[in-house]
C-alpha cells in the first residue's frame, strides 16, 4: 500500500503494545513513522514485542493482505464513512498548547469541527456520581465560562462530565468531547444523544486511539492527559481523592496549566479530593470571575503560539465563526464597545459573539480594554 506519513503513523501504532510512549521511542531514534517502519528488526527488537514484530515483518512481505494490512484499510474505511479528520503533528490543525506537552499524541481523530482545536478550552471534569450541588455548579460554571468566549473540554463521561457540556450547550458555546475508545464508540452508549448535540452545536469529539478500541481502564489516563493538554486550565468540581478527576489535574499541574478547585463540604467524600489540591496550591474558586485573572497569561501564551505556529497549510477557520467574525469586526469601531451593544447592533447571541471576540484577539485583530473592546489600530 502507498504509505503517507499519516498511514506510516497508524501502521506504528496499530501495532501491538505499541502506544505513544513507545512510538516516540521510535521516533526519537528513526526519525520518523516510515523509517521506523522499515528498519531491521534487530533494531527494533528493543522497542517492540516479538508479536508487533511479527506482524511488522508479515506486513512488509503482504501488505494490505496481512492482518496489519487488512486493519489499517478498515480503519481508513470507517474514517471516511463517518468524516473523521486525522490531525498529525505537522498539521496547522494540531493545537499549540497540545504539542507542548511531553510525548503528544501522535495522531488526534477528529469528528466534528478540527478547528475547536484550538479554541481557548477549560477543562471541567468531576465525579460520575455527583451531589445535587456539584452537578449544579458544573452546569452554571461551564455555562457561564461558555458565555465568556472558551470552548469546554471534558470526557463525556457521567456526572460532571456530562453537566460540563450540557452547560457549554446550554450557552451555545463551543465543547469538546475527548474519548478514551475509538471516534467510532460513543461510551457509555447512554449520551448517543449528547454526543450528536456536542457535533450538531459545531462542536467536536476527539480521541487519540485508532478506531474501534472498545472502552478500557487503561485507556482513560492516557484519555485525562488529553483533555488536560488541550486546555488552558483544568475546573474539578467534585473528585475522591482516588480518582481520574484528580489524575487529570496532577497532570494539567505537570503541563504549566491552571487548576481550579471548587470547595465543598468537609463532610462528602467526593469534595475531599478537591481540598487536597486546594492544598497543594491550586486556585479556590467560589465565582467564574475566579478564574478570568490566572488565565489571562496562558491566553496571551495561546496568542503567541497561534502566531509562531504559522505553517505552510494555511488555518482553517469555521465558516460560521468566519461570517461572526466578520459581521463583528464590521459593527466595531476603534471606540471601546460592549458585548451587549455588539448583541444590538448584530443580533448574534451573546455566545457566539465571545467567541469570535476570542478568535479576533487571538488573531491581533481587536484588543480588550477596561470600557470593552475596540479594533487595533
Known sequence: METTAITAAMALLRLPQTAAGVYWQLIDKFGCAAAALQAPGAQLRPFLS???????????????????????????AIVEQLGVAIVDLHSSLYPGLLREIHRPPPLLYVKGDPACLSLPQIAVVGSRKPSPGGHHNATRFSRALAEAGFAITSGMALGIDAAAHAGALAAAGKTLAVLGTGIDIVYPRRHTALAQSILDRGGALVSEL???????????PQRNRLISGLSMGVLVVEAALKSGSLITARLGLQQ???????PGSIH??????????????????????????????????????????????PRQIPAELQQNTEQLLAAMGYDPVSVDVLVERTGLCAGDINAGLISLELQGLISRTAWGYQRSP
Open 50 to 76: 516479538e508479536q508487533a514484530l511479527a506482524q511488522l515483518r508479515d506486513y512488509r512481505r503482504r501488505g494490505n493482505d496481512s492482518a496489519l494490512g487488512r486493519r489499517l484499510q478498515q480503519d481508513l
Open 210 to 220: 485508532p478506531p474501534a478500541t472498545p472502552a478500557c481502564p487503561s485507556n482513560f
Open 256 to 262: 504549566n496549566r491552571e487548576v481550579f478547585a471548587i
Open 268 to 313: 462528602s467524600p467526593v469534595s475531599r479530593g478537591c481540598h487536597a489540591l486546594i492544598r497543594d496550591g491550586a486556585t479556590l474558586v467560589e465565582a467564574v470571575e475566579d478564574m478570568v485573572e490566572p488565565l489571562g497569561g496562558l491566553l496571551a501564551l495561546q496568542r503567541q503560539l497561534a502566531t509562531e505556529a504559522a505553517q505552510p497549510e
